[in-house]
Structure formats: C-alpha cells, structure tokens
Nanobody, 120 residues
Framework: QVQVVESGGGLVQAGGSLRLSCAASGSRFRINAMGWHRQAPGKQRELVAVNSDGGTNYADSVKGRFTISRDNAKSTVYLQMNSLRPEDTAVYYC???????????????WGQGTQVTVSS
C-alpha cells in the first residue's frame, strides 16, 4: 500500500510564504501524478495544483503565486506558496496516483491533510 504524508502547514500573515511537502512511500510503485487539493470550512475540496506526466496545472486562483515541483528520486512533491491571502486558508491535502506493482493495481492515495491559516 502506498502511503502519503504531508508536512509544512502553519500560520502565516497575509503576503507571507509557506512550503508544503508530501512524500509517498511503499514497496514498489510508479507515480503518474502528484497534486495538492484544499478544503476550506463549509466549502468543497478543490484542486490547487497537479504535476503529472502530461504537465502541470494550477487553479486560476493560485496562478502566479503557487509553484508545484517534484523530486522523483524522493517520491516527493512540494507546493511553494507565496503572496498568501486569507482566502488561501484551508486544509491542504496531497494526492498521489499511480501503479502499485506489489499489488498489480493502480492506487489513489491521500494524505491526512495539513492546516494552512493566513491571517489578515
């Protein structure tokens, strides 16, 4: 089973920066895509950014402020968040999809979430 663990959330003032990290671990697997979603109180979970074999995509609300990057050797994805706004406050979840060779099946794993709070 492929497990995903996030880190790096916290409290920051508006205009500040944070970097989230997410590491995938397991026995034998291939990663096809790694991404970040977020869910604010009372709102649906939304895609923030994703990096896949087909490229990188961002939500319009974070374009130019957030950058997603991957370290394939470490099976890790990062989300650099700059110029943070109060509306970026949410629980951020890492999502990793790929193939688990130990189970001969695909996987779609989520982290436990990390809180990001931006004060005005």
């Amino acid at each position: 089973q492929v497990q995903v663990v996030e880190s790096g959330g916290g409290l920051v003032q508006a205009g500040g920066s944070l970097r989230l990290s997410c590491a995938a671990s397991g026995s034998r697997f291939r990663i096809n895509a790694m991404g970040w979603h977020r869910q604010a109180p009372g709102k649906q979970r939304e895609l923030v950014a994703v990096n896949s074999d087909g490229g990188t995509n961002y939500a319009d609300s974070v374009k130019g402020r957030f950058t997603i990057s991957r370290d394939n050797a470490k099976s890790t994805v990062y989300l650099q968040m700059n110029s943070l706004r109060p509306e970026d406050t949410a629980v951020y979840y890492c999502n990793v999809v790929g193939i688990d060779y130990s189970r001969s099946s695909s996987f779609d794993s989520w982290g436990q979430g990390t809180q990001v709070t931006v004060s005005s």
